[in-house]
Nanobody, 122 residues
Framework: VQLQASGGGLVQAGGSLRLSCAASGRTFSTYVMGWFRQAPGKEREFVAA????????WYADSVKGRFTISRDITRNTVYLQMNSLKPEDTAVYYCAANRHLYSSRSYEYDYWGQGTQVTVSS
């Protein structure tokens, strides 16, 4: 399984970015796909997740109402639309895949992408 994250960049507070995670290597119908982030000096934290089959979504309280996770089955790609960005959203964002279950715990994810930097200036 390979996960390729992209779409990060520098944006001003209040702006938007859309991250993409292209998945390849197998069928993902049973998977839950997640986004995590890690700021300097902090632990990796859960941002959002989506069940590949059915599209059920979960969000961290800190991003509810601002971020939207979605997937395009035809493109094997998961997206994270980030609106109303804040400086505290600055982090490296990682996409990850869990073979069966939803979890907000990073150690329960089986596969990881390489990360993409998001920087929000004030």
């Amino acid at each position: 399984v390979q996960l390729q994250a992209s779409g990060g960049g520098l944006v001003q507070a209040g702006g938007s970015l859309r991250l993409s995670c292209a998945a390849s290597g197998r069928t993902f119908s049973t998977y839950v796909m997640g986004w995590f982030r890690q700021a300097p000096g902090k632990e990796r934290e859960f941002v959002a997740a989506i069940r590949w089959s059915g599209g059920t979504t979960w969000y961290a309280d800190s991003v509810k109402g601002r971020f939207t996770i979605s997937r395009d089955i035809t493109r094997n790609t998961v997206y994270l639309q980030m609106n109303s960005l804040k400086p505290e959203d600055t982090a490296v964002y990682y996409c990850a895949a869990n073979r069966h279950l939803y979890s907000s715990r990073s150690y329960e994810y089986d596969y990881w992408g390489q990360g993409t930097q998001v920087t929000v200036s004030s």
